[in-house]
């Protein structure tokens, strides 16, 4: 497949490009080019309102919800364009995921009330879905809403919860009925994390940060009218929120960017009287990724301007979830791999030579936080299983 961009997307492009060239901070550019997926909330508030100027924050959304009314190819050439600038993502819960369920399930007043705070970046949301026993198997949830006078009291807890330190509110799956099948009885609430009851314990991953977190709710009121959708059917907007999910961890855009920062860093490091880019086997797997990665975006292509584009997205969001996060992982431990000793995580990377804008404790770092790509929003074991129902019939 050669995917040639009509003459106006070309133009468009290079719109975006001047954009970001011009507007980006540099100490947030050097910040996602050194692999960091979280950035602070100051830094992606600013960008947020930096790219909001041009009507640029939430594209996706309908025009007159503030979005920018795109086409598909200005919404991929976007995406992919401020991947390959060292551009952050959007502010991602808010803005990719709980818009979209209020825009499709929500009533005009949630609508009135909560995407203006998401849309200028002043409200910032974190998602309550996975629990201690409840992660890739989401049905089982028992975090707990029963309903008293005009609303739901919670008990319970929320688990891996990215970023409900600095959020103000919260999206998440409650169980409301156990009387059916589990994927009955759910019911999807929206929650103001200032509301007397929550508390956050920070939950450090391997790599020694902090960016996910337990979530404990102690009769916790949260009012009927943060319900979307009706009682009892949240399973519904939750296969939709994730199929969403699911589709923008195929990144793409991202890793074409990590894989250009790997090939720098191949041609910087000395290996005897050359450098790494000239040993073969080290070579053969950098191409060996890179044709995967090829592969994944013409198929992401085929996928995005086939019939249906996107709308018609189904087990296919899995496939680019499972690929895209094994070629991240890849091209991230072979970054790793590169720096060899240096790359060893607690290394002072105050005292170490930083080669292609990449640190060793960075690339360290990177390595070990993106493990998790292929565990989050349903791990890629559930979306083979996703795969073999809805494709081969098993």
Not at 89 to 111: D, H, K, S
Not at 144 to 165: C, F, L, M, P, Q
Not at 174 to 199: E, H, V
Not at 309 to 325: F, Q, V, Y
Request: hydrophobic letters at 40%; a negative charge; proline letters at 4%.
């Amino acid at each position: 497949m050669d995917m040639k961009f009509s003459v106006e997307a070309e133009a468009f492009r290079a719109e975006v490009c001047d954009f970001i060239n011009d507007n980006l901070p540099d100490d947030i550019r050097h910040k996602v080019a050194q692999e960091e997926m979280i950035l602070p909330r100051e830094m992606m508030v600013r960008w947020h309102k930096i790219l909001g100027k041009k009507g640029w924050s939430c594209p996706s959304w309908p025009k007159d919800q503030g979005g920018a009314g795109w086409s598909d190819e200005q919404h991929y050439l976007f995406e992919r364009e401020i991947a390959l600038s060292d551009a952050p993502r959007p502010i991602p819960y808010g803005v990719v995921m709980l818009a979209p369920c209020l825009l499709e399930f929500g009533t005009q007043a949630q609508q009135e009330k909560f995407l203006p705070g998401i849309l200028s970046g002043d409200e910032l949301w974190c998602q309550g879905f996975s629990e201690p026993n409840a992660g890739s198997d989401l049905a089982s949830l028992q975090c707990r809403a029963v309903a008293e006078g005009d609303s739901y009291i919670i008990n319970g807890s929320k688990t891996w919860t990215s970023e409900a330190h600095i959020a103000d509110g919260m999206f998440g799956l409650f169980r409301t009925d156990s009387s059916g099948r589990k994927q009955q009885g759910i019911t999807f609430l929206m929650i103001d994390m200032k509301t007397p009851g929550i508390s956050v314990t920070p939950l450090m991953t391997f790599e020694g940060t902090h960016e996910v977190n337990q979530v404990f709710f102690d009769n916790v009121r949260v009012p009927f009218a943060n319900r979307i959708g009706e009682e009892n059917q949240g399973w519904a907007i939750a296969k939709y929120l994730l199929g969403l999910e699911r589709f923008g961890t195929a990144e793409v855009g991202r890793s074409l960017a990590s894989l250009g920062r790997l090939k720098k860093l191949a041609a910087a490091l000395s290996v005897g009287e050359g450098c790494l880019r000239d040993d073969p086997d080290f070579m053969n797997e950098v191409a060996r990724v890179e044709i995967a990665l090829r592969a994944l975006e013409v198929t992401e292509q085929r996928f995005l301007f086939g019939p249906g584009g996107s709308d018609a997205m189904g087990a296919e969001a899995s496939m680019l979830k499972i690929r895209g996060t094994e070629i991240q992982q890849d091209i991230l431990e072979l970054t790793h791999q590169a720096l060899g000793y240096a790359g060893q995580r607690g290394q002072d990377s105050g005292s170490v030579l930083q080669i292609a804008g990449i640190t060793p404790e960075k690339a360290a770092m990177a390595h070990y936080n993106f493990r998790k790509t292929s565990i989050y929003a349903g791990s890629n074991e559930i979306q083979k299983t996703i795969i073999a129902k809805a494709v081969l019939g098993l």
